[in-house]
């Protein structure tokens, strides 16, 4: 029993020691692959090969420039790596794209790796990109130069709105500004380092528009939308010969209730947001038939302020209404159903039903004049003179006056 656990004791501090001896059990690779970036200064255009293996320089590494779409560097396509594992290849003459293979190593375990990459002449290294962003009504300009953002670069913004307003990048290269309301080209031009670019973007304007729905209840309902999303906080402007003409602000669901009309009547609407205007014409449908008595009318509107308890003494409202909808007032305040209305306020149609003439009318009978008057006088004093006739026979009874003897 004894001799059996030490045997067991044995094996076991065995297998711990083969398990701590390095590079036994589990020992670590080295990566022989090598990393290349280029980059092209901001300055000068030429272009830096930096070669690094395991994230250390790799010194005495052999660039070759192997494929070049222009001719370039026709003087020395092969490059050594200085201590800090970099090569400069120069400036290029246009736009190429060149691959470069690069070799590391003693000869017996060399390491190449292959890169592509476009390279820029300085004098078109500066670039403006521009992106929109509709949800917030916003665009973004973006400097970079050899693809690196450039900070405090000028941007001019040219076209309408914003000719020859200027901003500034910020450290992301970027700067921000409203998107135009109009359909329009802005054109952007950057610069930064003695260089400049310029792009152009066309916008398209937002499509506000406004549209008027009466229902069966004969209820009213403006809606302004823009690309078909509701607006709200549009203002809304209504004229017309209509109880409800007014200003007013779409809700939360871009819409504006009014009351339906009493009479037949047309409106134009009007809706503006964020500088744009959009305008129709509606017409609505009223309570009142063109041919009811206007007393049907007026019955109508005192009911609607009972219903919406206005603003202000019934009575004066009614008066009001009256007075703005008689059909006796001017024409331009006269109601459809009204009927149409004589030349002469009406004057010649009365003589007519009363059997006078349309050349000419005598003034009404119980308007007097001279003549009438001296009639009257003169009849008065006939009358008068009657009775002092009478009664001057009343008093001598027995026979006729002394005058009238002694003519007999």
Known sequence: MRGSKLTTAVMVIAMLTVAMVPGTVGAATTDTSLQVDVTQDVETGNATVTVTQNETAVESATVSVVESSVDYSANNTTYTTDANGTVELPNPDER????????????????????????????ESLDVSVET???????????????????????????????????????DGTVEFAEPVNTTNLTFVASANDETAETTVSFEADDLSVAVDQDENASVVVTVTEDGDVVEGANVTVTGNY????????????????????????????????????????????????????????????????????????????????????PGKADEKRPEHAGPKDKDNGKNGQAAEKGGNDD?????????????????????????????????????????????????
């Open 243 to 326: 109880t409800d003409a007014g200003d007013y602000e779409t809700d939360e669901n871009g819409t504006v209730h009014l009351a339906d009309p009493l009479e037949n009547v047309t409106i134009d609407v009007t809706a503006e947001y964020d500088g744009q205007t959009a305008e129709t014409t509606a017409t609505l449908q009223g309570e009142v038939a063109e041919d009811d008595p206007f007393g049907v009318l007026v019955s109508t509107f005192v009911e609607r302020l009972k219903s919406t308890a206005g603003d202000g003494p019934m009575g004066q409202a009614v008066s009001d209404f009256v007075t703005e909808n008689n």
């Open 133 to 171: 962003d509709d949800a917030n009504d916003t665009v973004t300009a973006t400097v970079t130069q050899y693809e690196e953002s450039v900070e405090n670069a000028s941007v001019q913004v040219n076209g309408s709105d914003y000719d020859n307003t200027t901003y500034t990048t910020d450290a």
């Open 96 to 123: 190429v794209n060149v691959t470069l293979d690069v070799t590391a190593g003693d000869g017996n375990n060399t390491t190449t790796t292959s890169v592509e990459r476009e390279l820029v002449p300085h004098d």
């Open 360 to 408: 000419k009318q005598g003034p009404p009978e119980h308007a007097g004049n001279d003549d009438k008057k001296d009639d009257d006088e003169e009849e008065e004093e006939s009358s008068s003179s009657t009775e002092e006739d009478d009664s001057e026979d009343d008093s001598d009874s027995n026979g006729p006056p002394e005058h009238a003897k002694k003519g007999k």
